[in-house]
């Protein structure tokens, strides 16, 4: 079975990540994408349908799964639509602006029993994997540091919906949950969240600096992002009772996507920058792990066919997005906070 999906957006994250990834899919078609400008769909998707309202898209009969990636505020509208009219649905990160938002979306998902799921497609980067893998290795003995940045040199604000003013805007909201969704997936919940936030270009309008530190009883994770980097931080960087790594470059997946290779490239994935551990014992490299984003699509398929439980829990996405709420209070008050999920969220997440 052929699940066939609309593409409500076709901006930055449609055009870039979710197009070309559900078009490397084994079982998905990309049938219909809902934008207001059909020419700059068809020169890239020729054959693909052009709706230009949303909500005719995701009201299409022929279509099995409705794909959310549009502007942060209207994330949470289009998932109840999606909802409401029986579809499964990807909504593009951040899940919603709030976590009262993000619980009605699990809530409607559950009752209506629809598959929900947020693209945290960055679990399935080079640089994160091939970290990940070190610490389950207990490479590095017990972790008690932990630094993750997306950084950034763009000195100049753009005039874009990310960058303006507003609700969902700013670099928190927009690589926040990407730096937060990789840690809870480690390390789990954290106990606290204490975060400082700042504007730092000239007529910057909304967050373009971002150092959140969650606090776990010994670990420190330290998530930060910055549009001011040109070099000279690395991607990632642990420190443990056996020895510490240090992984300089990021995933190349993106930079291929804009160069327009896919998965179904050899190249695809590849990362030759090597990790670095250093220990008592020596210095020595380890090689990148292969990085693959389209298995959060293949993931995806696998459980509209039953075989699995999908690739993102709604909990998981839950968790994120009060972690993310939790450094926007911190950074707002100038305290640490404790992410506000219930006691039955907290062991629903814990579950995995």
């Excluded at 150092?211 to 443990?240: D, K, N, T, W």
């Excluded at 930079?255 to 020596?282: F, K, M, N, Y």
Aim: net charge negative.
């Amino acid at each position: 079975m052929t699940i066939r999906a609309a593409l409500i957006g076709f901006g930055y994250a449609g055009k870039t990540f979710h197009a070309p990834l559900i078009n490397a899919t084994h079982g998905l078609e990309l049938a219909v994408v809902a934008s207001s400008d059909a020419a700059k769909v068809h020169a890239v998707l020729a054959g693909v349908v052009v709706e230009p309202d949303p909500l005719a898209a995701i009201a299409r009969a022929d279509i099995d799964l409705v794909v959310i990636a549009t502007p942060n505020p209207s994330h949470a509208p289009l998932a109840r639509a999606a909802i409401a009219a029986g579809k499964a649905v990807v909504v593009d990160k951040p899940m919603a602006l709030d976590l009262a938002e993000a619980r009605e979306l699990v809530a409607l998902a559950k009752a209506a029993n629809v598959p929900l799921w947020v693209f945290h497609n960055r679990r399935w980067d080079s640089d994160f994997l091939t970290v990940r893998q070190a610490i389950d290795d207990g490479l590095l003995g017990t972790v008690a540091h932990f630094e993750s940045h997306f950084d950034r040199f763009r000195p100049h604000v753009r005039d874009r919906w990310r960058e303006n003013a507003g609700p969902g805007s700013g670099v928190w909201q927009d690589l926040g949950p990407h730096l937060v969704d990789q840690a809870l997936h480690v390390f789990g919940l954290p106990d606290r969240v204490t975060a400082s936030f700042a504007r730092q270009r000239p007529g910057s309008a909304a967050t373009d600096w971002a150092h959140v530190v969650l606090e776990y009883p010994q670990l420190r994770c330290i998530l930060h992002a910055g549009m001011l980097v040109a070099g000279g931080s690395p991607r990632f960087v642990v420190h443990g009772t056996a020895g510490s790594l240090i992984k300089t470059l990021p995933d190349r997946q993106e930079a291929q996507l804009l160069e327009g290779l896919t998965p179904r490239d050899e190249a695809w994935g590849l990362d030759a920058d090597p990790a670095v551990l250093h220990t008592p014992q020596g210095t020595h490299a380890i090689a990148a792990t292969r990085g693959d984003q389209s298995l959060f699509y293949h993931t995806l398929v696998q459980s509209l066919a039953h075989v699995g439980i999908g690739p993102i829990r709604p909990i998981e996405a839950l968790a994120t997005t009060a972690v993310v709420e939790a450094a926007e209070l911190s950074a707002n008050n100038g305290k640490s906070v404790i992410p506000a999920l219930t006691g039955a969220e907290r062991e629903s997440y814990a579950l995995q």
